[in-house]
């Protein structure tokens, strides 16, 4: 197959068009960028892993302790069956943030895996998070953990 100058131009722009749509911003609120996580590496310094349960209207709640210099949180709630719908939302000390749903990670996959940074640093002190049962039949399993 020939490769022409054409060719090769829509290559790399279909490239750079792809890759720019995974690093969206989901959000922007409290000066706060939410965008998809995007990464499966877990670093030191993660909060433990949460298994929990849940049911239609039901909502469990979670915190953790953010030092002050901390760039970025990661948070992962994955339940990992589409026809169930969970949201999350994170209150940070100095905001609210979300709700967010299943596709907010740009894929449907029974997931929400996010990235909140802002520039300066993230307000350091206590973030709760909220995960809310919003469509569930029965009791649907989760894993929820941040980072």
Same mark, same amino acid.
């Given at each position: 197959?020939?490769?022409?100058?054409?060719?090769?131009?829509?290559?790399?722009?279909?490239? $750079?068009l792809?890759?720019? $749509?995974?690093?969206?911003?989901?959000?922007?609120n409290?000066?706060?960028? $939410?965008?998809p996580?995007?990464?499966?590496?877990? +670093?030191?310094?993660?909060? +433990?892993?949460?298994?929990?349960?849940?049911?239609?209207?039901?909502?469990?709640?979670y915190s953790?302790?953010?030092p002050?210099?901390?760039a970025?949180l990661?948070?992962?709630?994955?339940?990992?069956?589409?026809?169930?719908?969970?949201?999350?939302?994170?209150?940070?000390?100095?905001?609210?943030?979300?709700?967010?749903y299943?596709?907010?990670?740009?894929?449907?996959?029974?997931?929400?895996?996010?990235?909140?940074?802002?520039?300066?640093?993230?307000?350091?002190g206590?973030?709760?998070?909220?995960?809310?049962?919003?469509?569930?039949?029965?009791?649907?399993?989760y894993?929820?953990?941040?980072?």
């Amino acid at each position: 197959m020939k490769v022409t100058g054409t060719s090769m131009a829509i290559l790399i722009c279909a490239l $750079v068009l792809i890759s720019g $749509v995974s690093a969206q911003n989901v959000d922007k609120n409290a000066g706060y960028s $939410v965008t998809p996580a995007g990464s499966l590496f877990l +670093p030191k310094g993660m909060s +433990p892993m949460t298994a929990g349960s849940i049911t239609q209207g039901q909502t469990n709640w979670y915190s953790v302790v953010v030092p002050a210099g901390k760039a970025s949180l990661t948070m992962d709630l994955n339940w990992g069956y589409v026809p169930d719908s969970l949201s999350l939302t994170a209150i940070a000390p100095d905001g609210t943030i979300g709700p967010y749903y299943d596709a907010a990670d740009g894929v449907t996959d029974g997931r929400i895996f996010l990235k909140i940074s802002r520039a300066g640093g993230i307000a350091p002190g206590t973030w709760n998070f909220k995960v809310y049962g919003v469509s569930v039949l029965g009791t649907q399993s989760y894993n929820f953990v941040t980072y």
